[in-house]
């Protein structure tokens, strides 16, 4: 129809589920993911007359999934870049893949026994033919200090009604995700383990005046500690911790009881980066 275009597209697998369990030794060893693949390319055909033929089926991507972790999964950012080259390189049409893992974590008990782990260990590739990007991460790390935060000085108007405090519980679920300089010669695991920690002891040792604050100080500190990444965004959602007025019962409250609210909250984000840092091949946010 004269006058439109189609625009950006594209399509894909979302959220395949795969457990590959390593039975080589007595002791078993469990990966959980979460894969979701992207593509996009020359797909102008399937959206204005309906021919498939440059169509790769998102079944089929689901069942690539399960056959490339027959080979072994090993660390997500190799696997997803594994699977991103070969769509991109098996597909004619396909032009561009995303690959998106989340990995759930699994606390050993026993030889063949586990307890779910805390966080979600996340990693993206893409790939477009001749460069490719990979971004780690981590999600849903839930972490608290029940002091050394303060929120004060902030701008009021006619409907402020939140009072200054010195002294306050400060929680949030952390979203972090990092771009790294390059997708090779990187140790994934021991790069991921290091920045999760450097990320968890920012926010431990760092007396925060506002939780942008303490954002930029855990992007900062991975940054300070881990050449290979090249910037670190981070989406922090405020946990507040209410006290509870025990007056009308007669009680004093010391900050000893708090009421944990879920909703409304605040919604922290950012980015922290390498001044000199390249710009990252694709939409960062």
Do not use: C
């Not at 990092?178 to 007396?207: I, K, M, N, P, Q």
């Not at 990444?229 to 922090?236: F, G, K, N, S, W």
């Amino acid at each position: 129809m004269a006058g439109f275009v189609l625009g950006d597209n594209q399509y894909g697998k979302a959220e395949t589920r795969l457990v590959r369990v390593d039975r080589d030794t007595g002791v078993h060893r469990i990966t959980d993911l979460n894969v979701s693949t992207t593509l996009a390319g020359d797909l102008a055909a399937t959206h204005l007359t309906g021919d498939n033929s440059g169509v790769l089926p998102t079944d089929t991507q689901k069942n690539t999934v399960y056959a490339f972790a027959r080979d072994g999964v090993g660390e997500i950012e190799d696997f997803a870049l594994r699977l991103a080259r070969h769509f991109v390189d098996s597909a004619p049409t396909i032009t561009r893949a995303r690959v998106r893992i989340e990995q759930y974590g699994w606390d050993r008990l026993a030889d063949h026994s586990f307890r779910r782990g805390a966080g979600t260990r996340t990693a993206t590739a893409t790939y477009d033919g001749t460069g490719s990007w990979l971004v780690s991460g981590v999600q849903d790390l839930v972490v608290l200090n029940t002091t050394g935060s303060e929120f004060h000085g902030f701008h009021k108007d006619r409907y402020t009604t939140l009072a200054e405090t010195t002294d306050r519980i400060l929680a949030t679920a952390v979203t972090a995700r990092w771009r790294h300089a390059a997708t090779t010669g990187v140790d994934w695991a021991s790069s991921f383990d290091e920045a999760t920690r450097h990320l968890l002891a920012a926010f431990a040792d760092t007396h925060s005046l506002s939780l942008q604050q303490t954002l930029h100080a855990m992007g900062e500190r991975v940054l300070a500690n881990r050449p290979e990444v090249a910037e670190v965004q981070l989406a922090l959602p405020n946990r507040h911790h209410f006290l509870v007025d025990l007056a009308p019962f007669g009680l004093d409250n010391p900050g000893e009881v708090f009421h944990a609210a879920d909703r409304p909250y605040g919604l922290i984000e950012g980015t922290v980066l390498r001044a000199d840092a390249p710009e990252p091949g694709l939409a960062w946010w």
